[in-house]
């Protein structure tokens, strides 16, 4: 399934309706305990605080999501989430892929925090090429890794 990577920011989210059924769609099949609030005030805080979602993208539609805070020095990752009707078909790790790629093409480290990773996700995480930083408090995406996902 060749799947492109996309953003959404607030001006996206505002002016694409198809961006919003879909992110509204993707964050729907979330279970509840991943999010910090329901699934639209969960999209709609996100984007009002200047974080965007880096989405996997087919066929004019969103298949996953991702949260990611750009800040200055690396790209803060959070609450990943596919379709529950496209799951364990590669989506998700392609899009990690996918971003990793943009993340290093613009001199950016990928970083997620560990804290709130449930263990399914952690092992996802090394099998992908993260690696846990030394004081363990977030998984740092190896570059050299990235490559071969």
């Not at 799947?3 to 769609?25: I, M, N, P």
Request: aromatic share 8%; with cysteine; net charge neutral.
């Amino acid at each position: 399934m060749p799947v492109t990577l996309t953003e959404v920011d607030h001006a996206g989210w505002v002016a694409d309706s198809q961006a919003r059924a879909d992110l509204s769609r993707i964050y729907h099949d979330a279970p509840g305990e991943r999010l910090p609030a329901p699934a639209d005030e969960f999209v709609c805080e996100h984007l009002k605080h200047g974080g965007v979602f880096c989405c996997a993208l087919f066929d004019n539609r969103l298949l996953a999501a991702v949260s990611v805070n750009k800040a200055s020095a690396a790209w803060w990752l959070a609450h990943f989430c596919v379709r529950k009707n496209m799951r364990r078909r590669g989506i998700g790790s392609r899009l990690l892929a996918l971003i990793s790629e943009a993340a290093h093409d613009q001199g950016k480290a990928l970083r997620v925090e560990a804290m709130h990773l449930q263990m399914e996700d952690q092992l996802l995480l090394v099998r992908l090429g993260y690696r846990l930083e030394a004081s363990g408090t977030y998984f740092e995406l190896n570059p050299l890794a990235a490559g071969g996902t």
